[in-house]
């Protein structure tokens, strides 16, 4: 076994019928999309196909979808856009968002904001009553991600909206890492806005989409053109529009079946893993998670050596605590969701995609298995 990229929640590679679909757009038809003759007027209709067929995955109306460079731009817009022109100084975040929302708000809270961190349980699920209880006050605006990142936990997103829209606040899900897996659809769970990437789905890089229900009103990006319904200004990146376009497609259409086979490999190996491998503890929701993410603790050892030894072996992954100058820097999620420091620093996540095999698995908890062997004999606290 060569190589073995099991690390697909990071991003994925452009799909074959992605890339088919954008080529054109490269070099017959590379008009501008905002100019009046036939070139433009092509641009501009595969612009507006794209924009349909990401309205159509998520319930909205095409006129509510606007295009940006990826997910951390959407997330930065929407909580600017809102936060700053509310009269509420107030905005409420989940405590395990992504970087692109959590960075966003703190510097929101070192201008004079205030933000406040809804509280989660052990997996990752957001604590209800305390979303109840900090809505008892004025707020600009809720951000909850829809399935978290780092180890899969899906909220119930539905619940969350519904206390929102009662208290008249605006609600904001970040579904990156959600769409093509979870059944979202605007309209029918009351969202007010959400975050969009393409990498994440077999698109390619560098674009992504923030819908805005008509009606909320959002400051505007950039100022330029009147692209993106004049709040985005900026030449629109066609062939990404196109490729992001099709891969939402792509998505929505084979997703019981890629879903279900995703499902069945992440499994298996969270089976072999607990059988095989001794002190090791699941992160996330067991159930209520994202199809493809495994994330585990390893008593004793550290993530950062797991992930530097398994890609010795090959392997991709990833790990939620970073090493930065011989530091250990905890991950924040892990923290929020109250996991014991000595577990905290060794976990790794492995997340399963469309070519992931059971014989890539199979190589995968083999390796660890004995990584994590030759770790522990090396460590002083030795919890083979
Ligand atoms: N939100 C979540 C939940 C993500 O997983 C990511 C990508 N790691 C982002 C936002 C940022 O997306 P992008 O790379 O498109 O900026």
Redesign the pocket.
């Known amino acids: 076994m060569n190589k073995v990229y099991m690390d697909f929640?990071?991003t994925t590679f452009t799909s074959a019928e992605v890339l088919q679909s954008m080529l054109p757009y490269f070099t017959t038809e590379f008009g501008n999309a905002a100019s009046q003759h036939g070139f433009g007027q092509s641009a501009e209709r595969a612009v507006a196909r794209a924009r349909e067929q990401i309205a159509t995955a998520i319930g909205a109306h095409p006129s509510e979808i606007y295009f940006t460079?990826?997910?951390?731009?959407a997330?930065n817009w929407i909580i600017n856009g809102v936060v700053r022109r509310s009269a509420s100084k107030r905005v409420l975040i989940s405590a395990i968002e992504?970087p692109?929302?959590y960075e966003t708000v703190a510097h929101l809270k070192r201008e004079g904001f205030t933000v406040e961190y809804i509280n989660v349980d052990r997996d990752g699920i957001i604590s209800v009553s305390d979303l109840i209880h900090k809505l008892s006050k004025p707020c600009a605006l809720v951000s909850v991600?829809t399935a978290?990142?780092e180890v899969g936990t899906v909220q119930y997103i539905n619940t969350i909206s519904q206390i929102c829209e009662q208290r008249g606040v605006p609600f904001h899900t970040?579904a990156?890492?959600a769409i093509g897996s979870v059944y979202i659809n605007v309209k029918e769970m009351s969202i007010d806005a959400l975050?969009l990437?393409?990498?994440?789905l077999y698109g390619p890089?560098g674009i992504?989409a923030l819908y805005v229900r008509n009606g909320l009103q959002v400051d505007k990006l950039l100022h330029g053109g009147h692209q993106e319904r004049n709040r985005r200004g900026g030449t629109q990146n066609v062939p990404a529009i196109v490729g992001f376009g099709t891969a939402v497609e792509v998505a929505m259409r084979d997703s019981s079946v890629n879903n279900a086979r995703v499902k069945q490999l992440r499994e298996y190996m969270i089976n072999q893993i607990e059988t095989r491998i001794k002190n090791v503890t699941l992160n996330g929701h067991r159930t209520q998670r994202l199809p493809g993410n495994v994330n585990f603790s390893f008593k004793g050892i550290e993530g950062e050596s797991i992930l530097m030894m398994l890609d010795l072996a090959g392997i991709a992954v990833s790990t939620g605590s970073a090493c930065s100058s011989g530091t250990l820097e905890r991950s924040y999620v892990l923290e929020a969701m109250g996991v014991m420091p000595e577990l905290n620093n060794g976990s790794i996540r492995f997340s399963i995609g469309r070519s992931t095999t059971k014989d890539e698995i199979d190589y995968t908890v083999g390796e660890l298995e004995s990584i994590v062997k030759r770790l522990r004999s090396m460590s002083p606290l030795k919890s083979s």
């Open positions: 929640a990071a460079s990826g997910a951390t731009e997330n992504h692109s929302i991600m978290n990142n970040d990156t890492q975050s990437s393409s990498h994440k890089k992504g």
